[in-house]
């Protein structure tokens, strides 16, 4: 524990709050009338996974430093304080003693604790991004790139529902949802693109974070389907039933309130992330290496969702959704929804990273990119930065994927093959690696392609496009489309001005409001 | 004996480094007054270079003691809780930021606090704008600021990572050969620099070029084979036979 | 009564003098004849006397008489072995021949009857002529009819047999089946116990039903019994380990071939080669190939397909390496973070390739004789393929060393591994070198596919399923360094089979790959790391 003295009340407070919990629970076990306390395996494993993630709140507040951060930490500590009540309440203290909850209470609970959470998060964030916007300053580009999306937002629902088929600027039904799902997989290769391009991390595990995020809310749209699937079973998924299982593992509770769903469409990669990228960015781990422990990771998730045990729908995936938000999945207008969803997702997505890379942490992270070492000499704790970056990065995948997953009707294990996140990269590099605009294009670009190819008589020439694009990319076109076309107009700025370098518009082009001179005094 | 540590910026005591059995540190030992500059000279090898790696934390001691301040133990830091604590640090090759502007470099290397977070929602203030701009001043790069770092001169180069070292505000001074590379008029200039500095700062400087030591006019002191030959003015140690013979020559 | 007596005589006088079989036989058919003649207390010394005859010849008409189907010929007063066919019609057969003497009926035929005391008798005769047979074999074989059954009856005929056994195997097995029979019997408990102990030492899963039993019975019998038991369950887990260690070993050479040319790679160029799964690939496929042509061309030549192949392959996956090298690797110096995605889309694009050309489905590599079967060591059981690959894995590992520390193409290698500048500096050809070392870590992979084909499927995915753990093995073992490879390879593969009973095999992959990172916060350079400032460049 560290810091303010604020942070300290603030642990002191909960450490003493955990103290008087484990005390009750002590209490209760003597008391004569408590001998209904039974704790089975289901209970172990919740109390098991409920302790890991007490030690990472409690390694969040020590990594906290400033006032801000340990808020944010003792929030996150409170949480876990309220779901080791809540577990206490539910499962340990049997029905009929004091403080025993319903489950039904409970899950009234955690809707109403998540939904204010949420509310929380949501205004944090909003104003956190308007901090951001203060402090950094983004060029016009970013604006324009933000208004297009935007625009896109609104005109392609607008000509998918309110405009007749023949008519020539219609966007028919399919379009939607494939242009939906691009959008995603842009949002996706935004979260690739901030950490590659900017923190020089290649992650060829990102697919890992949108596969998480895809599941969590594959979760909550199975549980909505209730009593209209095969088995007619209102609170077990079909795949449970066939499996002959008698209650929904502890894991599947409170999915079914939306507030949870997507608190943890963020949180669950988030945290993954930020458990790894601790251990590996404390110990340096850097390069090529990193690459592989995170194609290990996804590989290693990857095995673990194929089984079929593992509740999470084995190898068949989660599918066959009904509705969301009480909305027919598959009506257009809720399509068409989910497109603005994504299309708004993407620009604030943009907004944020735009902001992010133009401030002086964006200074810091292209210095740690191409000189860690100078970096920390200069006082600068590269672990954190990286974490926080990386951190960040799996939540905006985590969304992604949650946005992908009601479009294309499925979830299942194969997302979280290292292929997956490779291609991903591949958007990134195409588009232009330094930029943010890049990936956005590579993405959308790419993918295009790939349906153009895959569903046509050319299928089994894709892969050889795609490996093509692999090494010509990286052979000849190094910086992407977006990165080329800079240079040569950044060339040909230069070759116009004639005399010295201008100010080289760096990455999204932050630029400093000092206008460039005339002739250098030293030669050079 | 803590009395004399307390008085000291920098104090090395019995340091010892091996690097797979070459030994760059031999027992050496040093102490750095406040508000002194001094001068270390040494022919290759002799550890100047690994001296300064001890000092910022990028190499751990294999014995000895590193005080600074008299109470802060640096064997036991990491260099960037070392750089905050007010070591700074310009190396032998110039190691600026190539892909940012001259601008950015000192922004980032201007104290304040290295918080991802106040990284992040921090504005510039206007206290901070003036220090930069007479930071450029101070080395001569006000007319360049929006350059990008990789089209400077080498002796550019130089003196922005010593602008660097000044917005860091440090309170310790390691420059490691700042007249490497430079023609005779920036040699002396840079001399004239760091004198400037000195006065209110502690100033190591490691340097080949005796006539930039003589300019200097400070204490200097022989490293030879990882631990101190000798030590006084620059003509008490050129006059030393020591130091004659493995260093100066005849 | 006088019959006997001159069946004796005669019986004695050949054995005295060793007379030839057909004498012997009419000797024996006398001996049999005689069973016909008289009441019980005859037959009881008839069936002695053949006994000391000890002429397994006998053994069919004793069993059959203790079948009641031994009867006597009214009209010789021979006797012969009838089976009933139909009411009252049997079938008669030579009681020493065994030839069929046709048919009879009932009443031209009397049956020879028993008594308990009989019925004895016979139980020794056969156990002694089976026991004391000339015929090992037919020795073993009685011997483990007395194991299964455990009768306590024969334990007599046993003493006499192990007196005068030979055969250590047999012996062996008389022994035992000594044991277990006085463990059946109501001999006192110490000798019961020395016979428990006698049955514990032979161990494995006879002993274990045999004293399964026993053990639960009260006293020192049941006790010793026990006792027993759990030393021999002990050593069965003993032995169990030690199987998993050799599955650990055997995945240890595969990962090994499979690693050993990233690692080298690696070492000297800092590229991960992300093909290099495909050149695994290549390999296995050249083998197929191989093999198809001389399925075809010369079925003869079949049991050297893999001495073809493994040069062949080498070449084939060296080539295309020392291509890729010169093609694209060699534009990427510097940036390896590049390499490992332009060599990420040529294993997609060679993986395609081949999908096209051969067909996406599994192709038959087949192993050849002698890397079939398998033999036994101890309580393991050791499979001739993986044994020779194992074999093969380490004389690629020792012709590397050879290679790095001999030669001076691998002392080169070893220079640029350490400081590409200096090395280059000193006049080393390192574009030449990178481009070698390329070739030869893929041609190490190709034959590794030699290998992989005979104990995997030989599909286009074939590389994509080991390319993680070679990863793994090259991150875990640390580069520069061949013992690094060697020492991190069987330790993965060890340490995966091992967590495999316990967790699973999915699991167990999990739980390596967790302990893999939370390995390289120590380490994070691997297990041989190189040390140095010119590294940390």
């Given at each position: 524990?560290?810091?303010?003295?604020?942070?300290?009340?603030?642990?002191l407070?909960?450490?003493?709050?955990?103290?008087?919990?484990?005390?009750a629970?002590?209490?209760y076990?003597?008391?004569?009338?408590?001998?209904g306390?039974?704790i089975?395996?289901?209970?172990?494993?919740?109390?098991?996974?409920?302790?890991v993630?007490?030690?990472?709140?409690?390694?969040?507040?020590?990594s906290?430093?400033?006032?801000?951060?340990q808020?944010?930490?003792?929030?996150f500590?409170?949480?876990?304080?309220?779901?080791?009540?809540?577990?206490?309440?539910?499962?340990?203290?049997?029905?009929?003693?004091?403080?025993?909850?319903?489950?039904?209470?409970?899950e009234?609970a955690?809707?109403?604790?998540?939904?204010?959470?949420?509310a929380l998060a949501?205004?944090a964030?909003?104003?956190a991004?308007?901090?951001?916007?203060?402090?950094a300053?983004i060029g016009?580009?970013?604006?324009?790139?933000?208004?297009?999306l935007?625009?896109?937002?609104?005109?392609?629902?607008?000509?998918n529902?309110?405009?007749?088929?023949?008519?020539?600027l219609?966007?028919?039904n399919?379009?939607?949802?494939?242009?939906?799902?691009?959008?995603t997989?842009?949002l996706l290769?935004?979260?690739?693109?901030?950490?590659?391009?900017y923190?020089?991390?290649?992650?060829l595990?990102?697919g890992?974070f949108?596969?998480?995020?895809?599941?969590?809310?594959?979760m909550?749209?199975?549980?909505?389907?209730?009593?209209r699937?095969?088995?007619?079973n209102?609170?077990?998924?079909?795949?449970?039933?066939?499996?002959?299982?008698?209650?929904?593992p502890f894991?599947?509770?409170f999915?079914?309130?939306?507030?949870?769903?997507?608190?943890?469409v963020?949180?669950?990669?988030?945290?993954?992330?930020f458990?790894?990228?601790?251990?590996?960015f404390?110990?340096r781990?850097?390069?090529?290496?990193?690459?592989?422990?995170?194609?290990?990771?996804t590989?290693?998730?990857?095995l673990?969702?194929?089984?079929?045990?593992?509740g999470?729908?084995?190898?068949?995936g989660?599918?066959?959704f009904k509705?969301?938000?009480g909305?027919?999945?598959?009506?257009?207008t809720?399509?068409?929804?989910?497109?603005?969803?994504s299309?708004i997702?993407l620009?604030i997505g943009y907004l944020?990273?735009?902001?992010?890379?133009?401030s002086?942490?964006g200074?810091?992270?292209?210095?740690?990119?191409?000189?860690?070492?100078r970096?920390?000499?200069?006082?600068?704790?590269?672990?954190?930065?990286?974490?926080?970056?990386f951190?960040?990065s799996?939540?905006m995948a985590?969304?992604?994927?949650?946005?992908?997953?009601?479009q294309?009707g499925?979830?299942?294990?194969g997302?979280?093959?290292?292929?997956?996140?490779i291609?991903?990269?591949?958007?990134?590099?195409?588009?232009g690696?330094?930029?943010l605009?890049g990936p956005?294009i590579?993405?959308?670009?790419?993918n295009?392609?790939?349906?153009?190819?895959?569903t046509?008589?050319?299928?089994?020439y894709?892969?050889f496009?795609?490996?093509?694009?692999?090494v010509?990319v990286?052979?000849?076109?190094?910086k992407?489309?977006?990165?080329?076309?800079?240079?040569?107009?950044?060339?040909?700025?230069?070759?116009?001005a004639?005399a010295p370098p201008?100010?080289?518009?760096n990455?999204d082009?932050?630029g400093?409001?000092?206008?460039?001179?005339?002739?250098p005094?030293?030669?050079? | 004996?803590?009395?004399k540590?307390s008085?000291?910026?920098l104090?090395?005591?019995?340091?010892?480094?091996?690097?797979d059995?070459?030994?760059a540190?031999?027992?050496l030992s040093?102490?750095?007054?406040p508000?002194?500059?001094?001068?270390?000279?040494?022919?290759?090898?002799?550890?100047k270079?690994?001296?300064m790696?001890?000092?910022?934390?990028?190499?751990?001691?294999?014995?000895?003691?590193v005080?600074?301040?008299?109470?802060?133990d640096?064997?036991?830091?990491d260099?960037?809780?070392?750089?905050s604590?007010?070591?700074?640090?310009?190396?032998?090759?110039?190691?600026?930021?190539e892909?940012?502007s001259?601008?950015?470099?000192?922004v980032?290397?201007?104290?304040?606090?290295r918080e991802?977070?106040?990284?992040?929602?921090?504005?510039?203030g206007?206290?901070?704008?003036t220090?930069?701009?007479e930071?450029?001043?101070?080395?001569?790069?006000?007319?360049?600021?929006?350059?990008p770092?990789?089209?400077l001169?080498?002796?550019?180069?130089?003196?922005l990572?010593?602008?660097?070292l000044?917005?860091?505000?440090?309170?310790?001074?390691l420059?490691?050969?700042?007249?490497?590379?430079?023609t005779?008029?920036?040699?002396?200039?840079?001399a004239?620099l760091?004198?400037?500095?000195?006065?209110?700062k502690?100033?190591?400087?490691?340097?080949?070029?005796?006539?930039?030591?003589?300019d200097?006019?400070?204490?200097v002191?022989v490293l030879?084979?990882?631990?101190?030959?000798?030590?006084?003015?620059l003509?008490?140690?050129?006059?030393?036979?020591?130091?004659?013979?493995v260093?100066?020559?005849r | 009564?006088?019959f006997?007596?001159s069946?004796?005589?005669?019986?004695?006088?050949?054995?005295?003098?060793?007379?030839?079989?057909?004498?012997?036989?009419t000797?024996l058919?006398a001996?049999?004849?005689?069973?016909?003649?008289?009441?019980?207390?005859e037959?009881?010394?008839?069936?002695r006397?053949?006994?000391?005859?000890?002429?397994?010849?006998?053994?069919?008409?004793?069993?059959?008489?203790?079948?009641?189907?031994?009867?006597?010929?009214?009209?010789d007063?021979?006797?012969?072995i009838a089976?009933?066919?139909?009411?009252?019609?049997?079938?008669?057969?030579?009681?020493?021949?065994?030839?069929?003497?046709g048919?009879?009926?009932?009443?031209?035929?009397?049956?020879?009857?028993?008594?308990?005391?009989?019925?004895?008798?016979i139980r020794?005769?056969l156990?002694?002529?089976?026991?004391?047979?000339?015929?090992p074999?037919?020795r073993?074989?009685?011997?483990?009819?007395?194991?299964r059954?455990?009768?306590?009856?024969?334990?007599?005929?046993?003493d006499?047999a192990?007196?005068?056994?030979?055969?250590?195997?047999?012996l062996?097995?008389?022994?035992?089946?000594?044991?277990?029979?006085?463990?059946?019997?109501?001999?006192?408990?110490?000798?019961?116990?020395?016979?428990?102990?006698?049955?514990?030492e032979?161990?494995g899963?006879?002993?274990v039903?045999?004293?399964?039993?026993?053990?639960?019975?009260?006293?020192?019998?049941?006790?010793?019994?026990s006792?027993?038991?759990?030393?021999i369950?002990?050593?069965?887990?003993?032995?169990?380990?030690g199987?998993?260690?050799?599955?650990?070993?055997?995945?240890?050479?595969?990962l090994?071939l499979a690693a050993?040319?990233?690692?080298?790679?690696?070492?000297?160029?800092?590229?991960?080669?992300?093909a290099h799964?495909?050149?695994?690939?290549?390999g296995?496929?050249?083998?197929f190939?191989?093999?198809?042509?001389?399925?075809?061309?010369?079925?003869?030549?079949?049991?050297?397909?893999?001495?073809?192949?493994i040069?062949?392959?080498?070449?084939?996956?060296?080539t295309i390496?020392?291509?890729?090298?010169?093609?694209?690797?060699?534009?990427l110096?510097?940036r390896?973070?590049?390499?490992?995605?332009?060599t990420?889309?040529?294993?997609?694009?060679?993986?395609?390739?081949?999908?096209?050309?051969?067909?996406?489905?599994n192709?038959?590599?087949?192993?050849?004789?002698w890397?079939?079967?398998?033999?036994e060591?101890?309580g393991?059981?050791?499979?001739?393929?993986?044994m020779?690959?194992?074999?093969?894995?380490l004389?690629?590992?020792?012709?590397?060393?050879?290679l790095m520390?001999?030669?001076?193409?691998g002392?080169?290698m070893r220079?640029?591994?350490?400081?590409?500048?200096?090395?280059?500096?000193?006049g080393?050809?390192?574009p030449?070198i990178?481009a070698?070392?390329f070739?030869?870590?893929?041609?190490?992979?190709?034959?590794?596919?030699?290998?992989?084909?005979?104990?995997?499927?030989?599909?286009?995915?074939?590389?994509?399923?080991?390319?993680?753990?070679s990863?793994m093995?090259?991150?875990f073992?640390?580069v520069?360094n061949?013992?690094g490879?060697?020492?991190?390879a069987?330790?993965?593969?060890?340490?995966?089979?091992?967590?495999?009973?316990?967790a699973?095999a999915?699991?167990?992959?999990?739980?390596?790959?967790v302990?893999?990172?939370?390995?390289?916060?120590?380490?994070?350079?691997?297990?041989?790391?190189?040390?140095?400032?010119?590294?940390?460049?």
């Amino acid at each position: 524990m560290s810091g303010t003295i604020v942070g300290r009340v603030l642990g002191l407070c909960i450490l003493v709050l955990i103290l008087i919990g484990a005390a009750a629970l002590v209490l209760y076990g003597t008391l004569p009338d408590a001998s209904g306390v039974v704790i089975d395996a289901a209970d172990m494993q919740m109390i098991g996974v409920w302790a890991v993630v007490l030690v990472v709140a409690l390694a969040v507040q020590s990594s906290a430093k400033t006032l801000a951060g340990q808020i944010v930490a003792g929030l996150f500590i409170a949480l876990v304080v309220f779901a080791g009540a809540m577990i206490l309440a539910g499962r340990v203290i049997p029905p009929g003693q004091p403080f025993h909850l319903d489950f039904e209470r409970i899950e009234a609970a955690v809707f109403w604790v998540s939904a204010a959470v949420l509310a929380l998060a949501a205004i944090a964030g909003l104003a956190a991004l308007g901090g951001l916007l203060w402090g950094a300053r983004i060029g016009w580009t970013g604006y324009l790139v933000v208004a297009i999306l935007l625009l896109v937002a609104v005109a392609v629902p607008v000509l998918n529902l309110w405009t007749a088929p023949t008519h020539p600027l219609h966007v028919p039904n399919y379009a939607v949802s494939l242009f939906g799902k691009y959008l995603t997989y842009a949002l996706l290769a935004l979260s690739v693109g901030l950490i590659w391009g900017y923190c020089g991390i290649l992650s060829l595990g990102h697919g890992a974070f949108f596969a998480l995020g895809g599941y969590a809310i594959g979760m909550y749209l199975m549980r909505q389907i209730g009593a209209r699937g095969v088995y007619a079973n209102p609170d077990l998924p079909d795949f449970m039933v066939f499996l002959n299982w008698r209650e929904l593992p502890f894991f599947w509770h409170f999915f079914d309130g939306f507030p949870y769903a997507t608190l943890m469409v963020m949180a669950v990669p988030g945290v993954l992330a930020f458990v790894f990228g601790w251990f590996a960015f404390r110990s340096r781990v850097t390069g090529v290496y990193l690459s592989i422990i995170t194609q290990a990771l996804t590989y290693a998730l990857l095995l673990a969702f194929f089984r079929n045990d593992f509740g999470f729908g084995g190898n068949n995936g989660l599918t066959d959704f009904k509705d969301i938000l009480g909305f027919n999945i598959q009506a257009p207008t809720t399509r068409a929804t989910l497109f603005a969803a994504s299309a708004i997702a993407l620009a604030i997505g943009y907004l944020m990273c735009r902001a992010m890379v133009s401030s002086k942490f964006g200074k810091v992270l292209v210095a740690l990119r191409d000189a860690e070492s100078r970096t920390r000499f200069l006082g600068y704790r590269v672990e954190r930065y990286k974490l926080a970056v990386f951190v960040i990065s799996a939540a905006m995948a985590g969304v992604a994927g949650a946005l992908y997953v009601p479009q294309v009707g499925i979830i299942n294990p194969g997302e979280f093959a290292p292929e997956n996140s490779i291609e991903a990269v591949i958007w990134v590099a195409v588009g232009g690696r330094g930029t943010l605009v890049g990936p956005i294009i590579g993405a959308t670009i790419v993918n295009y392609a790939k349906t153009v190819f895959t569903t046509g008589a050319l299928a089994p020439y894709w892969p050889f496009v795609l490996g093509g694009l692999f090494v010509v990319v990286t052979l000849f076109l190094p910086k992407g489309i977006v990165g080329t076309v800079q240079m040569i107009w950044n060339r040909m700025r230069e070759r116009r001005a004639a005399a010295p370098p201008r100010e080289e518009r760096n990455a999204d082009g932050h630029g400093t409001a000092v206008p460039p001179q005339a002739n250098p005094q030293l030669a050079e | 004996m803590d009395d004399k540590l307390s008085q000291t910026v920098l104090y090395l005591d019995g340091v010892n480094v091996s690097f797979d059995g070459f030994r760059a540190l031999n027992n050496l030992s040093l102490v750095i007054e406040p508000g002194e500059m001094r001068a270390i000279i040494g022919p290759n090898g002799a550890g100047k270079t690994t001296m300064m790696d001890v000092v910022t934390g990028k190499t751990k001691p294999d014995s000895g003691a590193v005080f600074f301040d008299g109470t802060v133990d640096l064997t036991k830091m990491d260099e960037a809780s070392i750089a905050s604590l007010g070591i700074g640090r310009k190396f032998q090759k110039p190691t600026v930021f190539e892909s940012h502007s001259v601008r950015d470099n000192i922004v980032l290397a201007l104290e304040g606090s290295r918080e991802p977070g106040a990284t992040l929602f921090g504005r510039e203030g206007a206290a901070q704008t003036t220090r930069i701009d007479e930071l450029l001043r101070i080395i001569r790069l006000d007319g360049k600021a929006s350059w990008p770092a990789s089209k400077l001169s080498h002796g550019q180069k130089q003196w922005l990572e010593i602008g660097m070292l000044l917005a860091q505000e440090p309170k310790l001074l390691l420059v490691d050969e700042p007249a490497a590379g430079m023609t005779d008029a920036e040699t002396a200039e840079t001399a004239v620099l760091l004198k400037e500095i000195a006065r209110t700062k502690t100033v190591i400087v490691v340097e080949h070029d005796m006539a930039f030591v003589r300019d200097l006019g400070v204490k200097v002191t022989v490293l030879h084979e990882g631990s101190v030959l000798s030590e006084g003015s620059l003509d008490h140690v050129s006059a030393d036979p020591k130091v004659i013979e493995v260093y100066l020559g005849r | 009564m006088r019959f006997v007596l001159s069946a004796f005589v005669a019986l004695l006088v050949s054995a005295l003098t060793g007379i030839a079989p057909a004498a012997a036989q009419t000797d024996l058919r006398a001996l049999i004849n005689a069973l016909g003649a008289g009441g019980f207390p005859e037959i009881e010394a008839g069936l002695r006397a053949i006994t000391q005859a000890g002429d397994s010849a006998a053994v069919p008409a004793v069993t059959a008489l203790g079948e009641g189907d031994l009867y006597v010929r009214t009209s010789d007063s021979q006797v012969v072995i009838a089976i009933e066919r139909a009411r009252g019609q049997f079938a008669l057969t030579d009681a020493v021949t065994g030839e069929s003497l046709g048919e009879a009926a009932e009443a031209e035929i009397e049956r020879i009857r028993l008594n308990n005391r009989v019925r004895r008798a016979i139980r020794d005769t056969l156990g002694a002529l089976t026991l004391m047979s000339d015929n090992p074999a037919t020795r073993l074989a009685a011997a483990q009819a007395v194991l299964r059954t455990g009768d306590s009856e024969q334990i007599p005929l046993l003493d006499t047999a192990i007196a005068q056994e030979t055969d250590a195997r047999v012996l062996a097995v008389m022994n035992a089946a000594r044991a277990v029979a006085i463990v059946r019997s109501d001999r006192p408990d110490e000798e019961k116990i020395e016979a428990i102990n006698l049955i514990a030492e032979r161990g494995g899963r006879d002993a274990v039903s045999i004293l399964g039993p026993i053990a639960n019975i009260e006293g020192p019998v049941g006790d010793a019994a026990s006792a027993a038991l759990a030393g021999i369950e002990n050593t069965q887990r003993l032995w169990a380990a030690g199987q998993n260690v050799w599955y650990g070993l055997s995945l240890g050479s595969v990962l090994l071939l499979a690693a050993i040319g990233l690692a080298i790679t690696f070492g000297v160029m800092g590229v991960i080669n992300m093909a290099h799964g495909e050149m695994v690939m290549i390999g296995a496929y050249t083998t197929f190939v191989v093999q198809e042509i001389i399925r075809t061309q010369a079925p003869w030549l079949f049991d050297w397909s893999l001495a073809i192949a493994i040069p062949l392959a080498f070449l084939v996956a060296g080539t295309i390496g020392v291509a890729i090298e010169r093609g694209i690797i060699r534009f990427l110096y510097g940036r390896p973070l590049e390499t490992l995605l332009a060599t990420w889309g040529l294993s997609l694009i060679l993986q395609q390739a081949v999908r096209t050309y051969f067909g996406p489905t599994n192709k038959q590599v087949g192993n050849p004789s002698w890397m079939s079967g398998s033999f036994e060591l101890g309580g393991l059981t050791i499979a001739y393929g993986r044994m020779w690959i194992i074999v093969f894995a380490l004389a690629v590992f020792a012709g590397l060393m050879i290679l790095m520390r001999a030669t001076s193409f691998g002392l080169r290698m070893r220079a640029v591994t350490q400081n590409r500048k200096m090395a280059s500096a000193m006049g080393i050809r390192t574009p030449w070198i990178d481009a070698m070392t390329f070739g030869l870590g893929s041609g190490i992979a190709g034959m590794a596919g030699v290998a992989l084909s005979q104990i995997d499927n030989v599909s286009p995915n074939l590389g994509q399923s080991y390319i993680i753990d070679s990863f793994m093995v090259v991150v875990f073992g640390g580069v520069g360094n061949l013992w690094g490879t060697l020492v991190g390879a069987f330790t993965l593969g060890i340490a995966n089979k091992f967590l495999e009973p316990y967790a699973g095999a999915v699991l167990g992959k999990i739980l390596v790959l967790v302990l893999i990172i939370l390995f390289i916060q120590r380490r994070p350079r691997g297990l041989f790391a190189l040390k140095g400032r010119a590294v940390e460049a």
